[in-house]
């Protein structure tokens, strides 16, 4: 069955209020289920945010032959019975964190088999420096519809210089090293928090993983790794949490955003306040408070970047905060080629918005918008409706929700405790 979100916009009034939580990390959490192939024992993982995306890690880890068994926000997840290393087609397919598996697969088995992973269609996604890692490692690989990687007598550590900086390449390539021969080094290596995380509760359970969080990482290579009954707790979803504090920003009196780990949003936190908001910041918890419809928002010059830099996936929604900025602003998508194509919908609701090259936006602001009949693209332009339509006059239905669903915990929920007028309906479309 698929579903629709009807939205009653807000019309430009500021009404939003209380208190929003933040779930676990969807782009922590899918790593660490890639994770538990490191280990002979269970690996029990905790705050896991209840999305669609991890029903289908766990369906892939399942289909390998491991156990995985699901408690409220929690996971215990076993994979010494598993022997089979091909990845399920259809579920590769259906997201990018896939690929991730193929590392720990790999230095586990000596052999991994998957598709080209699939993923939202934010432009090219190719996998040409996962590939160069294994191969750098000793391994060889084929092409016939799937690639095939497999290496004589295992991995080997070796020196990999990252030509751009990837995410999932680091955390694929760091967990290979970990069970490899040797000492690997990754250079120009990405530095996201969600990273440091999953590093540090490794190396908990006996990897040697030094430099994270710094762009070259070090990892002298071991045997399987042993969590010996210890928890990995996922850490806050930093783009939720950003994405709620954007909607306080355009669309609330007060709103206090909890369990949520500010630091990990600086880049954010600073551009709202040159904007001119007055934040509170805590240790988990950020506080938004007197902003009326008075405060004008200030135009930005916004240029996505690698962590700590702008976020990428906080670029849709920031994009829909300055349609209410007073003035010109820009936005430059350093990261994928075809993350702007949403603004097209954007400018039909009323925004003022000129593409200039399909990685750079003026908006003009502020414009009022309107509801309308919205399709969900991907998961983080989806998201950019959905704060659109609470902004906008009228009502807006939101297709294709199963996106939104891929990473944010029953959304409408959280945001109905907030006053928003929105309801879950399937579709008639
Ligand atoms: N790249 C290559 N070759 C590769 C790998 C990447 O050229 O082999 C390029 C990409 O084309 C892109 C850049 O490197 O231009 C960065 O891509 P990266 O590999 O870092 O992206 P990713 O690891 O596939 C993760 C998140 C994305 C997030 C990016 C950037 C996961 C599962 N996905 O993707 O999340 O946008 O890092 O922070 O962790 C999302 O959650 O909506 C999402 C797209």
């Known amino acids: 069955m698929t579903e629709q979100f009807l939205i009653k916009g807000l019309g430009g009034e500021k009404r939003l209020s209380g208190t929003i939580r933040v779930t676990g990390a969807k782009n922590a959490v899918l790593k660490s289920f890639a ?23 766990s369906e892939l880890l399942q289909a390998l032959g491991a156990s995985v068994e699901k408690k409220e926000h929690a996971y215990a997840l076993n994979t010494s019975a598993v022997t089979k290393s091909d990845l399920d087609d259809a579920i590769a397919r259906r997201l990018r964190a896939s690929i991730v598996f193929t590392g720990p697969l790999l230095a586990r088995f000596g052999k991994v088999s998957f598709p080209y992973p699939g993923g939202d269609i934010i432009g090219p996604r190719p996998i040409d420096l996962f590939l160069d890692g294994f191969t750098k490692m000793g391994a060889d690989v084929t092409f016939d519809g799937r690639y095939t990687i497999s290496t004589q007598g295992g991995l080997r550590g070796a020196d990999i210089f990252f030509t751009s900086v990837t995410v999932t390449g680091t ?12 000492k690997t080094v990754l250079k120009n290596a990405a530095m996201e928090p969600e990273i440091m995380e999953l590093a540090n509760f490794l190396n908990s359970c ?23 009954g210890k928890t990995l707790r996922t850490i806050p979803d930093r ?22 780990n500010p630091a990990h949003i600086e880049m954010l936190i600073e551009l709202l306040r040159a904007s001119g908001l007055s934040l509170q910041v805590g240790e988990d918890s950020i506080k938004l408070s007197g902003n009326t419809e008075k405060f004008r928002l200030e135009a930005l010059q916004v240029r996505t970047h690698e962590y700590p830099g702008f976020a990428t996936d906080l670029q849709p929604p920031m994009t829909v905060y300055l349609t209410q900025a007073e003035g010109e602003s820009t936005v430059f ?27 750079q936006i003026t908006i003009k602001g502020p414009t009022p ?3 309308r009949r919205l399709e969900s693209p991907d998961i983080r332009a989806g998201l950019a409706f959905l704060l659109a339509a609470s902004i906008a ?7 294709n929700i199963y996106h939104i669903d891929r990473g944010y915990e029953r959304i409408e929920e959280r945001l109905s405790k907030i006053g928003l007028d929105i309801t879950r309906r399937a579709s008639s479309v």
């Open 35 to 57: 994770a538990s192939l490191l280990f002979e024992d269970t690996l029990a993982i905790s705050n896991v945010p209840e999305i669609e995306d991890v029903a289908r890690v």
């Open 171 to 182: 955390e694929t390539l760091m967990m290979a090293a970990t069970l490899a021969k040797g």
């Open 206 to 228: 006996g990897a040697q993983i030094h430099g994270v969080g710094t762009p070259t990482i070090t990892i002298e290579g071991g045997g399987m790794l042993k969590a010996d």
């Open 239 to 260: 783009i939720e949490a950003g994405s709620f504090l954007i909607l306080g920003a355009l669309a609330a009196h007060e709103l206090e955003i909890v369990d949520c």
């Open 333 to 359: 998508e350093t990261i994928y080629l075809g993350r702007l194509n949403y603004t097209e919908d954007l400018v039909s609701m009323g925004a003022d918005i000129k593409m200039g090259n399909p990685q």
């Open 369 to 371: 918008l309107s509801g």
């Open 393 to 399: 006059k009228g009502d807006s239905v939101l297709n």
